[in-house]
């Protein structure tokens, strides 16, 4: 093989911590994608391997639509026949000179191709190796899961949803958080591997995620004995922690301390209430909800949404008005650096959510192109160091393609 110059990077405004950092991802869906967009969004560089055509994800249509844009930007794409063994023998080489692999396949999927942990880490001790998977070992670990069969067996799904009603909760939560448990994982293999030189296998799973998600919930059953009530059917710690119709669009309002439902009282002319000194204490509004909210509820459905915000705005009182994902390409909030201009497949200009983190006083992220199925194969390969005449005989093969 003959050098060649090596990847330079993406073109990132913002913080690059993770800069110099190679990752090889085998994944599709959400899981694993979404662990190779974070360290993408600090910095690394990571290289996509799709199936030849593409990864499949790119395709899916209605709530599918929207998981290849929102979780693989600022990645390169490389698309390879794993079933030939030169395309296999690609994926040998670019693992070993990677720090890290993501992969979310079903159990045993890359052990078969010959590209587990311990056949990649015998040529490449540094490497280390991310499984994002549906459960840890144990008796579920062969099981096939999906975010919602995690929310469903995990508990999430019941206390969305209304009793007898569970309800998986509106947004990949599970996906996305166990994503950002391997990126954690990662980070810390990254960190063991400054002191040891070597590598480690990290999983993290749906499953476990989901049970930390709800481990507030057992651990109130713990300290009160008592099960959980489905969130809509929960008695609240606060009296006043609900959404509320106005004449127009609802709102969220929580009063959360004493000093601010003095000041909640003070704010809408609440006088009878605040004279009331049985319910000067939290507590004993939460036993007085049911004579203190239809008060509270006629008063907000006879005012508007903005109404009501204007008085709140800058007091300290928690509130939100209730936003729609497609409110938040407007949101003053997120216009200075909560989104990032993105070019999607079709060539359309949009805007999309960047990691949600400052680092020494700036935001990650910076303007960003889809990566083509296999648009970056023939520069990838050549950074491999290999010759040009290898890199014509594996597209012509059909081991690689090429955008």
């Known amino acids: 093989m003959t050098a060649a110059p090596k990847y330079t990077g993406s073109q990132q405004t913002g913080p690059t911590p993770l800069a110099g950092i190679k990752v090889i991802e085998f ?17 690394a560089e990571v290289i996509r391997i799709e199936p030849i055509g593409g990864d499949r994800t790119r395709r899916l249509l209605g709530s599918g639509a929207g998981y290849f844009p929102m979780y693989n930007r600022g990645k390169r794409s490389i698309c390879l026949d794993l079933k030939s063994a030169e395309g296999k023998a ?24 010959g590209l587990s942990f311990e056949a990649l880490s015998a040529i490449n001790p540094r490497l280390i190796y991310c499984s994002e998977k549906g459960f840890l070992p144990g008796p579920y670990e062969d099981r096939t899961a999906l975010d919602e069969v995690a929310q469903m067996m995990g508990g999430l799904a019941y206390m969305t949803g209304p009793p007898g009603r569970p309800l998986r ?29 070597k590598g480690q296998k990290v999983v993290a799973s749906l499953f476990e995620t989901t049970v930390y998600l709800v481990g507030q919930h057992m651990a109130q059953f713990a300290v009160t004995g008592k099960a959980a009530a489905p969130m809509p059917a929960r008695i609240s710690a606060w009296a006043i922690y609900d959404v509320f119709e106005t004449k127009d669009e609802p709102v969220f309002i929580g009063v959360v301390s004493d000093s601010l439902w003095e000041k909640f009282c ?43 915000v204007a008085k709140l705005e800058g007091t300290g009182l928690p509130f939100a008005p209730i936003g729609r994902p497609e409110d938040m390409f407007d949101d003053p909030q997120l216009a200075s650096g909560g989104l990032e201009d993105v070019t999607l497949d079709s060539g359309k200009q949009t805007r999309l959510p960047t990691i949600p983190l400052e680092m020494d006083g700036k935001r990650p992220g910076g303007s960003v192109a889809l990566p083509k199925a296999g648009a970056d194969a023939q520069a990838i390969l ?16 059909g081991a690689v393609e090429t955008a």
């Open 27 to 43: 994944t599709h869906m959400v899981m694993g994608p979404t662990v190779g967009h974070i360290l993408a969004g600090l910095g």
């Open 90 to 113: 690609v994926a040998r080489d670019l693992c070993a000179s990677a720090d890290v692999l993501v992969e979310n396949f079903r159990p045993g999927a890359l052990d078969r191709l």
């Open 169 to 197: 909760a509106g947004s990949s939560v599970v996906d996305v958080t166990g994503g950002m448990f391997g990126v954690i994982g990662i980070l810390a293999a990254l960190e063991e591997r400054h002191r040891t030189g």
């Open 266 to 308: 003070a704010l809408f002319a609440l006088d009878d209430l605040w004279a009331d000194e049985a319910i000067r204490t939290n507590n004993e509004r939460v036993l007085a909800r049911d004579r203190i909210l239809p008060q509270i509820r006629a008063l907000m459905a006879s005012m508007t949404r903005a109404e009501i």
């Open 382 to 397: 050549a950074e491999l160091g290999y010759p040009a005449q290898r890199i014509d005989e594996l597209i012509g093969q």
